[in-house]
């Protein structure tokens, strides 16, 4: 029997796991998808060629992949179309290659709306969703009324669908002011259903367990970051999945003593996109230089991402909830120019320093800062990380020490190729 293997973002998303489930999928037959939908964008470079893929796993262009989208997902037949005729387009065999689960849930033209609406009612205190219709597609799973893939293909499809949408219409109204028209994209979605009815929708629960008891080597991809997990994130500024380790066990049906390494990514520093606490989020320069040199901007909707030290309080709190078992350490390159470096290692709250990740990230909250001496150097081009400057290894023994974690692949640029694996 073979463990199923995770790779995670530790932070608030866009870690760079495209990128490390590309470089990874060599060691795997299987990547599958276990939460999350359409608001994830994962980036992924290879020769002249670059991709952003929302809902399809990251394993896609690997030769002889299979690439699953388990029941935890929510989709977007619309987006999720688009995405695999661009990847056809490519020559790769998507309907070969891509399995879908019967029990992922739908993502609805009228839950897009229920996202705007929500957003735009909640005004100032909005929690800067991708307005990909995520949140009020979970909250129709949980409230019973969801449309999964299964159902597709069942006679009364259509007629469940008017229904849920009346629900839906009926609950839109009740937001004064709130304008929406669906009709086109209605449209499109019902050409999306009929395009991905020529894919195989599957019991993954129990294709991915044949795949286990095979010794198959399966990869789970996580989406968004632990620190947007519904239960264990900035709550209630996170999205509305479990994004941490337990979900692989929900959304793909591995039970907890079949998951194997944890690889939990993070940037040598941080960003967040959207609204909600940031301890060490930089309003200065050098804030402004890590988004301008890291190219801080949203894969899906092109926001600014805010940008600042890392967050080691954070970072240990995502270790210990996600059982990391390795650590993966992005854009080191990034810094490449940078002076000096901080990283937070306690918050300051009433006066009193604190350790752990605590219930609520007040605004009076300071962070408390170890400051390293940059490397002042082109670390791009390293390959091995012997060959690292003192002063960058002394930064990533630095984490490893206070996480207790070892950081076992190196990221120094975008590129499958700008990989250190030690
Ligand atoms: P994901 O959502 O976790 O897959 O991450 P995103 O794709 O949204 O964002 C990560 C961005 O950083 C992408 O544009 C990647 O191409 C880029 N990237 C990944 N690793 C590195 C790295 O080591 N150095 C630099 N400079 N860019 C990287
Ligand atoms: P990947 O997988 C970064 C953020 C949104 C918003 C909050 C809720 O690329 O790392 P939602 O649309 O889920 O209702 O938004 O979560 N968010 C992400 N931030 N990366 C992502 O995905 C994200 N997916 C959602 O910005 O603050
Ligand atoms: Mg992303």
Same mark, same amino acid.
């Given at each position: 029997?073979?463990?199923?293997?995770?790779?995670?973002?530790? #932070?608030?998303?866009?870690?760079?796991?495209?990128?490390?489930?590309?470089?990874?999928?060599?060691?795997?037959?299987?990547?599958?998808?276990? #939460? $999350? $939908?359409?608001?994830?964008?994962?980036?992924?470079?290879?020769?002249?060629?670059?991709?952003?893929?929302?809902?399809?796993?990251?394993?896609? *262009?690997?030769?002889?992949?299979?690439?699953?989208?388990?029941?935890?997902?929510?989709?977007?037949?619309?987006?999720?179309?688009?995405?695999?005729?661009?990847?056809?387009? #490519?020559?790769?065999?998507?309907?070969?290659?891509?399995?879908?689960?019967?029990?992922?849930?739908?993502?609805?033209?009228?839950?897009?709306?229920?996202?705007?609406?929500?957003?735009?009612?909640?005004?100032?205190?909005?929690?800067?969703?991708?307005?990909?219709?995520?949140?009020?597609?979970?909250?129709?799973?949980?409230?019973?009324?969801?449309?999964? =893939?299964?159902?597709?293909?069942?006679?009364?499809?259509?007629? /469940?669908?008017?229904?849920?949408?009346?629900?839906?219409?009926?609950?839109?109204? #009740?937001?004064?002011?709130?304008?929406?028209?669906?009709?086109?994209?209605?449209?499109?979605?019902?050409?999306?259903?009929?395009?991905? /009815?020529?894919?195989?929708?599957?019991?993954?629960?129990?294709?991915?367990?044949?795949?286990?008891?095979?010794?198959?080597?399966?990869?789970?991809?996580?989406?968004?970051?632990?620190?947007?997990?519904?239960? =264990? $994130?900035?709550?209630? =500024?996170?999205?509305?999945?479990?994004?941490?380790?337990?979900?692989?066990?929900?959304?793909?049906?591995?039970?907890?003593?079949?998951?194997?390494?944890?690889?939990?990514? +993070?940037?040598?520093?941080?960003?967040?996109?959207?609204?909600?606490?940031?301890?060490?989020?930089?309003?200065?320069?050098? $804030?402004?230089?890590?988004?301008?040199?890291?190219?801080? +901007?949203?894969?899906?909707?092109? /926001?600014?991402?805010?940008?600042?030290?890392?967050?080691?309080?954070?970072?240990?709190?995502?270790?210990?909830?996600?059982?990391?078992?390795?650590?993966?350490?992005?854009?080191?390159?990034?810094?490449?120019? +940078?002076?000096?470096?901080?990283?937070?290692?306690?918050?300051?709250?009433?006066?009193?320093?604190?350790?752990?990740?605590?219930?609520?990230?007040?605004?009076?909250?300071?962070?408390?800062?170890?400051?390293?001496?940059?490397?002042?150097?082109?670390?791009?081009?390293?390959?091995?990380?012997?060959?690292?400057?003192?002063? *960058?290894?002394?930064?990533?023994?630095?984490?490893?020490?206070?996480?207790?974690?070892?950081?076992?692949?190196?990221?120094?640029?975008?590129?499958?190729?700008?990989?250190?694996?030690?």
């Amino acid at each position: 029997m073979k463990k199923v293997d995770v790779v995670l973002g530790l #932070q608030w998303g866009d870690e760079g796991k495209g990128k490390v489930v590309d470089v990874l999928t060599p060691n795997y037959t299987v990547v599958a998808r276990f #939460q $999350g $939908g359409p608001n994830a964008g994962h980036s992924l470079h290879f020769g002249d060629k670059s991709f952003v893929l929302r809902t399809v796993p990251s394993g896609i *262009f690997r030769d002889g992949s299979i690439n699953v989208i388990g029941n935890g997902v929510v989709v977007d037949p619309v987006s999720l179309t688009e995405e695999l005729k661009n990847i056809a387009a #490519q020559g790769i065999p998507v309907k070969e290659k891509l399995l879908i689960s019967k029990k992922a849930h739908i993502i609805l033209p009228t839950h897009r709306m229920l996202d705007a609406a929500s957003e735009a009612a909640k005004g100032k205190s909005k929690i800067g969703s991708t307005l990909k219709g995520i949140g009020p597609t979970y909250m129709d799973k949980t409230g019973r009324n969801g449309l999964r =893939f299964g159902d597709v293909i069942s006679k009364d499809f259509i007629e /469940r669908y008017n229904r849920l949408k009346s629900k839906h219409v009926e609950m839109l109204s #009740q937001y004064k002011g709130f304008e929406y028209d669906v009709t086109e994209y209605e449209q499109t979605w019902l050409e999306g259903i009929e395009y991905l /009815r020529g894919f195989k929708f599957i019991d993954s629960e129990q294709v991915v367990n044949d795949f286990i008891n095979d010794d198959v080597a399966i990869l789970a991809e996580g989406a968004q970051g632990s620190l947007l997990d519904v239960d =264990f $994130g900035t709550y209630p =500024f996170v999205t509305s999945s479990n994004t941490v380790c337990a979900g692989v066990c929900t959304g793909l049906g591995v039970a907890p003593t079949k998951i194997g390494d944890v690889y939990g990514i +993070f940037k040598a520093y941080c960003t967040r996109v959207g609204s909600g606490p940031f301890p060490t989020e930089l309003f200065d320069e050098t $804030g402004k230089e890590l988004g301008r040199i890291g190219h801080e +901007f949203g894969a899906v909707t092109g /926001r600014p991402r805010r940008c600042g030290w890392l967050d080691l309080v954070a970072l240990k709190y995502a270790v210990m909830v996600d059982g990391v078992t390795q650590l993966i350490m992005m854009k080191s390159d990034v810094m490449n120019d +940078f002076d000096t470096i901080k990283v937070a290692t306690g918050y300051k709250i009433n006066g009193e320093v604190v350790n752990h990740f605590p219930y609520e990230l007040t605004d009076d909250l300071e962070p408390v800062y170890t400051e390293f001496k940059g490397w002042k150097c082109d670390i791009c081009k390293v390959r091995r990380y012997e060959d690292f400057p003192a002063e *960058f290894k002394e930064y990533v023994e630095f984490i490893e020490k206070e996480t207790g974690c070892p950081i076992k692949i190196i990221s120094v640029g975008p590129d499958r190729e700008e990989t250190i694996i030690r």
